[in-house]
């Protein structure tokens, strides 16, 4: 708990919007299935083993800065990391069956506003760790995004909340959907 289990690096493929589109459609299905939507609504395509990371409705990596994953509970050898859909903009809600017994059973965009206190209590409380356990992917970190680490792990309420990762795709300012 409180590792970085993914970063942002500059081997990471960044597409805007226009990119995505200029691509055409020969790509577009590898981009939904591998790629995740950030709140500037980026397309990012991992090239290391991040973009093979799958859903789980109780994830144990979630992800309080764009381009970082933290560990929120403690991950046995073994066991495959997972992190929450919802929170990647994903454009299709689809059918889960992931196995978890607080499994939503569907997994929809809109459930980052649902599901934003919980995955926050979590990293808030997987942060105040970010000392305590090795750290093999912090040298990947940007200055700012480390320095909001040390910055959270001792005031974990300051830590960002999950919500600043919401893309609204009607091109308004940020905002929550109507429930
Ligand atoms: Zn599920």
């Known amino acids: 708990m409180g590792t970085i289990t993914w970063a942002l690096d500059p081997l990471d493929i960044v597409l805007s919007p226009s990119q995505v589109n200029d691509l055409g459609d ?4 590898e981009l939904i299935e591998f ?18 990371m799958n859903h789980s409705c109780h994830a144990n990596s979630l992800s309080p800065i764009a381009g970082l994953e933290l560990a ?16 990647l903009n994903i454009e299709e809600p689809f059918t889960c069956a992931c196995g978890s017994a607080n499994c939503r ?5 809109a459930q980052l506003w649902q599901m934003a206190d919980i995955w926050d209590a979590a990293l808030q409380n997987a942060v105040q760790h970010f000392d305590d356990v090795a750290q093999p992917l912090r040298a990947f970190l940007p200055t ?4 909001t680490l040390q910055t959270a792990r001792r ?5 960002t909340s999950t919500r600043t990762h919401w893309f609204d795709n009607s091109g308004e300012a940020m905002s929550s959907p109507v429930q």
Do not use: H, K
Not at 155 to 159: D, M, R, T, V
């Open 72 to 87: 929120v509970r403690d991950i046995a050898p073994g066991e495959q990391i997972t992190c929450d859909y919802a929170a």
């Open 105 to 109: 059973d569907f997994v929809a965009p």
């Open 155 to 159: 005031n974990p309420s300051q830590l």
């Open 26 to 29: 020969l790509y577009q299905a």
């Open 144 to 147: 700012d995004v480390a320095t």
């Open 35 to 52: 790629g995740w939507i950030d709140n500037r609504g980026r397309r990012i395509l991992c090239w290391d083993g991040g973009r093979m």
